[in-house]
Structure formats: C-alpha cells, structure tokens
C-alpha cells in the first residue's frame, strides 16, 4: 500500500508518558475484524479514550485538545506485544507520521517502518527533554530530518542523532514499499526455490 | 567457521543481502489466518499477481472462531465475513484452507507442528507473534505483520535484518509441579518484556533437552513475550520421532536426506553468541503474574513486589497494579478468582490437558468459576476423548469447548467480563487483552487447575501432595 514520501517533519508533538504501550492499548483485538484497511484511526487507543458507553475519558491525551501534532511521543517499549500492524495503521490513520520513544519492539518498529510511519528512537534523556519541553509548552514542535537523521527540539535547539537503515530509510524518502522491490528480484527468488525442497 | 544454529538456517535461506540493509530471505512455509490476511490478499489484487507457491502456503480459521456450535453459521457478521474472505482468497490462489469443522482446523501454531508442516531447519512465518512457537523444532519462525504476509504471499520472501543471537542456558533439574510455562514465565520476569527485544533466542541445557517437544513448544510460544523475535531448540531425536510419519513431513528417500540435514542442525562448540545467560533449575517455582504485562510474574508463594524492588518507572507500575486492583506486598495465595482459561497455541496441547486433568480428578469445580476449556485443535480435542480424560473433565463438573483461540485474545464471545479474575493459561495479561476490564493472572494448566477447584489462587503442589498422601 503506497504512503505519502517521509523527508523533514516540523510538527507539535502529542505525549504518552507511559512504559510498555503494547499493542493491545493501541488497537484492541476487537476491532481487528475487518477486511480492509479502513476507520482503524478511530479506535487508537480505544480503550484508553473511550469509556465503556463511547464517551470520551477527558484525562487521556488524545482528548485534549491542547495537544495536537503529526508526532506520537510514548515511554519505554512502545508496541510491545501481538504482530498486529493494524496497531501501526492505526497511529497512521490517526494522522502520526512519526513515534518517538526510548526503545521499540521489533516487530511494531518493522510493521511503521512497513507502511511509512517513522520510528525514532532516542536516548532516555533525550526523551526526558522532549517531555519537559512539551510539558512546559505544548506548542512546542519538534523537528524530524530522515536525510540528516536527527530530530530537534525547535524551542532549544537540542538535538541528537537516531539510526535507520539505509535501505529503510531510501523507501521511507520515496514512498516505496519492499514488494516492490522483491518483484523485481524475482528470477533469483524463483531460482532459489527450485532449489530448496518443501 | 562456527555457527549458532540460528546462523545455519538464517545464513541457508538468504537469497541476498542488501548492504546496510536488510537480507532478503526466502520462507519455506507460510501459515495464515482470517485476521491478519485480509488486507495482504487485497494488496495482491490491487497489484494483479498470483500467490506465488501456494503449496508452502496453508490456511486455516482460528483467531476469530466461536468455540460452540461450530456447525452452525457464524453469528457474528465481521467474524463471518473474514473467515468467508479467507475461504475465498484461498480458493482463488489455490491455497489449502483447513476452516471451522475441518478435521485439520485448530490454532495455527498447534496445526502446523501436528501435520508436519513444521521441521527443522525450516523457516515458517505467520501474522501472529506467537510463530516463535515453531522454534521448538529447530526451525526459525516468527511473527510478521500484514504487509510482510502480503511479501510473502507474492515472493516468498521477507526482508528483514539478522538479529542478535542470545543464548538462555537451564541446567539442574526442576522442581516438582514446575511446567514449562513457569520455566518461561520465571525467565520473562528476569528479562523482563524487552530483555531480549533484536536477539534470537537459542534454549539450551538439561531442561529444555529433557523437555517433551509440547514442553518446548510452550518455551518457544513465550519467546516473544520477552521481546526476542523468537527463540529455538536444537533438533535431537525426540524432534524426529515427534515428526515421523505426519502429513507433511518428507517420506521414504526424501526423509533420510531431510534427517542427514537436520543432524547438522546444532551450535558448533566454539560458535559465540552476542548474549549468554545462565539459570538454576532449581531456583524455579510454579509462577503467577500479578500485573498487566507477562514479565510481572513470581513464585506463586511470593508477595506482590513494592514499586522500589522493581526496575523501571514506579507510576507505570503503579498504573499496572491499580488496573489489576491489587496492592504491593499482597500474597497471591488466596486471591479470589473468577474464570480459568485453559488453552491457547501456549497451553492448548494434550499435555495441557492431561496435567489439568492431573490435579482436577476426583475433585470438583469451584461454584464461583467459570471455566473455559478450550482444546488448541480437532486433534486435541479427539485425543482428550480418547484418553478418557473428557469423562474426567465432566465428573468434576467441567465441559469442553470446541477448538479456538477463544480468550487468549478474545476476538470471539470468550470474553472475561470487565472487573472480573482469570486464571489463564494463555501469553498475554495486557489490559483488556482478555475483554476490556479483564484482569489476568497467567499460569499453568497445574496453576489453573488448582485454582479451578477451589475457586482462588492456591498451589498445585498443596492439591498435588494430598494426592500423593
Ligand atoms: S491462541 Fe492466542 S497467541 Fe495463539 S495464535 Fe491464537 S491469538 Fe495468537
């Protein structure tokens, strides 16, 4: 599924100051039943923003209003748990193009990586930085450069590095996806399979 | 050069690797399900491409299936509507698809190893994180999301990093009424659920080589629980023995090949690991969760931990326990509780069931429970019938359910209701993950039992020694 090129994000953040956000909490496994992609940013965090009889928990972040942005900022092991990438499609259909935390787990980091959300994992004190400057301004925007990976806290100029790889990072640029590039590899794979036995 | 045995069968399977990036690495076998397979099978529409080998491919109903009446329609319309999807999709690429009612249809981590279709040194992928159960076989598997499903149905390949590798030695021997589900439940505590998150888990030591292949399974199940991409064991000859003869794996000239292979399928002694951990047997209690991630667990004998004695943040913690509504420095013996779940591709095995039926025979079914038990497939289901071990299950006052994942995530009618207790054999004790409000406790079958025939929290081993008296 094709998604919008990733470059430089200057965007306000919204912040999850909370550990292990697995994906049960971002997507419950009920709404996993559909048969296409669609509505998922509805039910982010379903459970967390709604009560049991749909009106809205006021205390959650993304149901106040002073907090807004394309910049999803959670705790430690963000995406822990269940391989569901609808928990990814749903921080993209919410409208987040990116998620920052201090740690992910693998294979939520693979499946944004997959559909062209950026994940940007930074040191525990940058983190703590980033909180404290939304915190105390919740304007505060933060800057993420793919070319030049770094992100910045435009208010202070704080800044630190974050890793991807290259070939990650070249799809992310140009909004390709990785079938794209298996079909034009398919002769070697077709090769490969005759030699490999069931 | 020494190799890891995940090094064999990675290093085996890649087709080509992409220079600071991922390898491209081929899958021998994919196994789907309706939830995760909607949307890929869509994108291969869109693109206008075939399933490129459906015989390594196999589909089966599991996540999203009632657990009675099977052989009436599906009630609910979304979960009618994906297990359709799936029928179709499969027959339209020509994908054998095992659904509700067939004989082959169960979880599709029970289905896979029970017909053969999982071998060592193999790689398998599935959407569902617990694939890692494979790995018991020797095998590297692992979880994928949908737009990797939709790789692998179009290529058969995944593109992917090679993680870390990470050694986990046991060695000693292990208590009485300790299964493998508390031998995993008591490393994720150690590890906690990130402690192994980019590494590939390797088991080794006299434990898990001592260990029935449904015992490594459940290890290998709760891999991904402390966030390894999945973990594995050393093919030996309870593996091959566990293989021989099953629907898909190799027969006659094709097997003797197939085992030279799978002999070379062990670490070389000086191979080295980016991680090696070691632990005591011994040291290891049947196991308890008490919050909402499966790291938080201990001896069932324990006091729940203070914020203090925990790494990590204390309000996250905190958090934890007041969803759970208990407090630190409680015991857990004697808590009161409400349903147990038996079941799950963790604990949904004969095995399973033959140690639940262990500690309830004889017994009774607490009046305050509400027990689900729910067999992994329609082969479990008939072995409990045959073993005579159903008879037991009804004259303690429980019932069978029909093949299922049920309320190990409960997308179906299997839901805890909110506020209430479960006792669950199943991997997850996130908020919610058993039916919004849920409170999980996760255990083993023996821990379930027991708490299934006197209502609370209570040790096996107390159940286990009257008998023995
Ligand atoms: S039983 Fe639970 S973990 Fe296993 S395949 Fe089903 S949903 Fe996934």
């Given amino acids: 599924m094709a998604y919008d090129k990733f470059n430089i994000l200057t965007s306000s953040a919204v912040p999850l100051p909370i550990e292990n956000v697995d994906t049960d909490q971002i997507i419950p496994a009920r709404f996993l039943k559909a048969t296409e992609r669609k509505g998922f940013g509805d039910n982010l965090f379903r459970d967390w923003r709604y009560n049991s009889d749909d009106t809205t928990k006021e205390n959650f972040v993304l149901n106040n209003p002073i907090y807004s942005g394309k910049i999803l900022v959670g705790g430690k092991n963000f995406g822990s748990g269940s391989s569901r990438e609808h928990a990814a499609w749903a921080v993209y259909d919410y409208g987040f193009r990116c998620v920052v935390s201090s740690f992910f787990a693998d294979i939520f980091r693979n499946n944004c990586l997959n559909i062209g959300v950026l994940p940007v994992q930074v040191s525990p004190e940058f983190l703590d930085k980033i909180f404290k400057a939304i915190e105390a301004n919740p304007k505060s925007e933060l800057v993420v450069n793919l070319p030049e990976q770094t992100i910045t806290i435009s208010e202070t100029g704080e800044q630190e590095r974050f890793a991807i790889n290259d070939y990650k990072k070249g799809n992310l640029q140009n909004g390709f996806d990785d079938i794209d590039y298996l079909l034009n590899i398919k002769k070697d794979i077709e090769t490969f399979a005759a030699n490999t036995p069931l | ?469």
Wanted: with cysteine.
């Fill in chain 2, 1 to 469: 050069m020494s190799k890891t045995l995940f090094d064999k069968v990675w290093d085996s399977h890649v087709v080509q690797s992409i220079q600071n990036g991922p390898d491209v690495l081929f899958i021998d076998r994919h196994l789907v399900h309706e939830v995760t397979s909607p949307v890929a099978f869509l994108g291969l529409k869109n693109r206008g491409i075939q399933v490129l080998y459906p015989e390594r491919t196999f589909a089966t109903a599991d996540h999203n299936t009632p657990t009675i009446n099977q052989h009436l329609p599906v009630k609910d319309e979304l979960s009618a509507n994906q297990l359709k999807a799936l029928e179709e999709n499969s027959k339209a690429h020509n994908i054998p698809y095992w659904g509700l009612g067939h004989e082959k249809n169960g979880i599709v981590h029970v289905i896979g190893p029970e017909n053969g279709i999982t071998v060592p040194g193999a790689t398998i992928v599935c959407g569902d994180s617990h694939t890692s159960t494979h790995g018991a076989f020797g095998a590297i598997a692992f979880g994928i999301g949908t737009s990797e499903v939709e790789m692998v149905l179009s290529t058969q390949c995944i593109m992917q990093p090679k993680p870390k590798s990470m050694r986990i030695n046991i060695n000693g021997e292990l208590n009485k009424a300790v299964t493998p589900k508390d031998v995993a439940l008591f490393i994720i505590s150690k590890l906690t659920t990130s402690g192994a998150t980019g590494y590939f888990v390797e088991y080794a030591g006299d434990v898990f080589r001592n260990m029935s292949m449904e015992g490594r399974m459940t290890v290998c199940n709760l891999s991904i629980e402390m966030g390894a991409r999945g973990g594995m064991i050393a093919p030996d000859e309870k593996t091959m023995e566990y293989i021989k003869g099953r629907e898909f794996a190799p027969k006659g000239a094709d097997w003797d090949k197939a085992m030279d292979y799978w002999n070379t399928l062990y670490t070389d002694h000086k191979a080295e690991f980016d991680k090696e951990l070691h632990f005591n047997a011994s040291d290891i209690e049947p196991m308890i969760t008490y919050g909402t991630n499966p790291g938080m667990g201990m001896g069932i004998q324990n006091d729940i931990p203070t914020a203090e004695a925990v790494e990590g943040g204390a309000a996250t913690y905190k958090k934890s326990l007041a969803y759970m509504e208990f407090n630190e420095g409680d015991p857990m013996i004697g808590k009161p509780i409400d349903f147990v779940f038996l079941g799950s591709c963790t604990n949904g095995r004969i095995e399973d069931f033959r140690a639940f039926a262990s500690i309830i025979k004889g017994r009774r079914k607490a009046d305050n429970v509400t027990a689900w038990l729910v067999p992994g497939s329609h082969r479990v289901e008939e072995a409990i019938k045959e073993e005579g071990i159903l008879d037991i299950l009804h004259s303690a006052g429980f019932e069978l359910r029909e093949p299922g994942c049920s309320a190990c995530l409960a997308m179906n009618d299997d839901k805890i209701p909110a506020g209430k207790y479960a006792v669950s054999t199943s991997n997850r004790n996130f908020e919610g993950r058993q039916g919004p409000g849920a409170r999980t406790l996760l255990a083993s079958p023996l821990v379930a039992a027991a708490a299934a025939v006197t209502g609370k929290v209570t040790d096996p081993r107390e159940l286990l020694e009257l008998q023995d008296a």
